[in-house]
């Protein structure tokens, strides 16, 4: 009687062990299936990802597979390999998992469907037009203007309402919702229906969604997800056209993508609404965590923030009134900035962990200019992960710590290349993503940073409330992560 049921057991087990697990054929990299059926390895991956990656290194090379519920990933892990990888277009698809992921959070359509009348390939376009080249001048010169006008709002209340001088705010809270109101106004419009309190509504729904995006990612439905459904369905409201389009001066971007959606009779107005919050998201999702933690960064290392001030002040002079013609805080301007520049990319280097996914379209031969190939299947997903790169002391000395001016090279000029075993390594730093659907926002975002802190450093004394705790923990594991608790700080504003 013992003996049978052992045997049903072990083949009870044995069978779980093999359904939806493979094994490898020859040429395929190592497989790391873990013993769980279908989940494979995805506790480790959740739990401890980077030291995870790293063990998978050591052990099975640069290259390896991974079973993460259900899913077959590859795993690039060789920073000399970023560049074969991006320009393996005709055999990834990144739309296909971007485009699923824009559905199930955002409840966008599927633009690859011939009757809405939308070209993917030329809303991708548009994008990159409208947000580089002539278009990034206008943008920038047009948030310098917001920001410069909301943060002297903000100077006029401080000073109503503070006896000391002093005010003490979440730091998170404080970034969030200057450059979330910034943005907005850069990139949709104006009009009086724009009040502050109409804004914090926005902020406040933008963050509910915001929390909850990990979980979309990791296949939750928005719908159980009431607090971020509810959310999500505000923000829409507000960006149907009746109101989206009675806003004024809205960005080239916006206007080109409302007379783009106009053109299709099929694409419903809550439709275009959803798209519209979807830019708004990916403008933000990154950049108002971005701008606390640089802010917080330099509030802890009076170094940096020394260094920092004093090519500010050379810029501005001693006279802070920064009226607009004077100092533009254009691009020209701002790439001087060297020390401010190497301070945001230091802080995107500690605090970015996007990785880069895209889904084999075919299967093919994966070759990555070592002298190996490997044999990838179709479906599969390949994925690089930067950040195993960013805390590698072999290339960045002491990765853990931050060091404003590890992105200037000795003659004082922007550092365009780190060495690693012997050789220049060019990919040592890739937030923004890599090859043809790497980020159309990158120069604005890092400009409408730059701008925030020398208009921050300008106007206002500033310092943490406890400069000796350690940096907050991270609320999620995608892109660049907001904190997990808001970081206090004081400040005043500049006589
Ligand atoms: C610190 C700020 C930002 C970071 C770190 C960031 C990062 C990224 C990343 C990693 C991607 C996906 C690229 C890939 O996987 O290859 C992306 C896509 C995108 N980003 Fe950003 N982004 C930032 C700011 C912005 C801003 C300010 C805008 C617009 C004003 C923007 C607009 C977009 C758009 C439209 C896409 C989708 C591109 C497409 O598929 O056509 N981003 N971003």
Avoid at 43 to 52: H, P, Q, V, Y
Avoid at 270 to 276: C, E, G, M, N
Avoid at 449 to 478: A, G
Wanted: net charge positive; with cysteine.
């Amino acid at each position: 009687m013992f003996i049978p049921l052992l045997v049903i057991v072990f083949g009870i087990v044995w069978l779980l062990s093999r359904w939806r697990t493979r094994s490898r054929n020859p040429g395929e990299p190592p497989l790391v299936s873990g013993w769980l059926p279908y989940f494979g390895v995805s506790r480790e991956f959740a739990t401890k990802r980077l030291a995870f990656l790293q063990e998978c290194k050591r052990h099975h090379g640069n290259v390896f597979t991974c079973l993460l519920s259900g899913q077959y990933i590859t795993f690039i892990t060789d920073p000399f390999a970023y560049g074969p990888a991006s320009r393996l277009g005709p055999f990834l698809d990144f739309h296909e998992f971007a485009g699923k992921l824009l559905r199930k959070a955002f409840a966008i359509i599927d633009y690859s469907d011939p009757k809405y009348n939308i070209s993917e390939h030329e809303l991708h376009r548009l994008n990159a037009r409208a947000l580089q080249g002539e278009a990034l001048a206008d943008l920038t010169k047009s948030v310098r203007k917001t920001l410069q006008s909301i943060i002297q709002q903000e100077i006029e209340e401080r000073q109503r309402f503070s006896n000391d001088g002093w005010h003490e705010e979440g730091l998170y809270s404080f970034c969030s919702r200057i450059m979330l109101h910034a943005g907005f106004v850069t990139l949709f419009g104006h009009n009086k229906s724009l009040s502050s309190t109409t804004m914090k509504n926005v902020r406040d729904d933008f963050q509910r969604f915001d929390d909850a995006f990990a979980m979309v990612m990791a296949g939750i439905p928005m719908w159980l997800l009431r607090g971020a459904f509810k959310a999500r369905v505000a923000l829409e409201q507000r960006f149907l056209a009746e109101n989206v389009e009675t806003l004024l001066e809205p960005s080239t971007l916006i206007a080109q993508r409302i007379a783009m959606f106009n053109r299709s009779n099929t694409l419903s107005d809550l439709q275009k609404a959803r798209a519209h919050f979807a830019v708004l998201w990916a403008a933000h999702a990154n950049t108002l965590p971005l701008a606390f933690w640089v802010l917080f960064y330099f509030l802890r290392n009076p170094e940096a923030l020394k260094a920092v001030r004093a090519e500010v002040e050379e810029l501005c002079g001693a006279d802070l009134n920064l009226s607009e013609n004077r100092i533009p805080l254009d691009q020209r301007q701002l790439n001087g900035l060297v020390n401010l520049s190497s301070a945001v990319k230091e802080t995107m280097r500690l605090v970015s962990s996007a990785m880069h996914v895209r889904v084999a379209k075919q299967n093919f031969n994966l070759d990555l200019g070592s002298g190996r190939t490997y044999s990838i299947r179709r479906g599969d997903m390949l994925a690089m992960v930067p950040e195993l790169t960013y805390m590698d002391p072999e290339i960045y000395a002491k990765p853990e710590e931050f060091h404003h001016d590890r992105y200037i090279d000795e003659f004082g000029k922007e550092r365009t290349s780190f060495q690693y075993r012997g050789r220049d390594l060019k990919h040592f730093l890739m937030p923004f993503g890599s090859g043809s659907s790497m980020c159309p926002g990158r120069f604005f975002a890092l400009n409408e940073i730059r701008q925030l802190m020398v208009l921050l450093l300008c106007h206002f004394d500033m310092e943490l409330v406890h400069p000796e705790d350690p940096p907050p923990k991270s609320r999620r594991n995608i892109g660049i992560q907001p904190p997990r608790e808001d970081v206090m700080f004081r400040y005043r504003c500049k006589v």
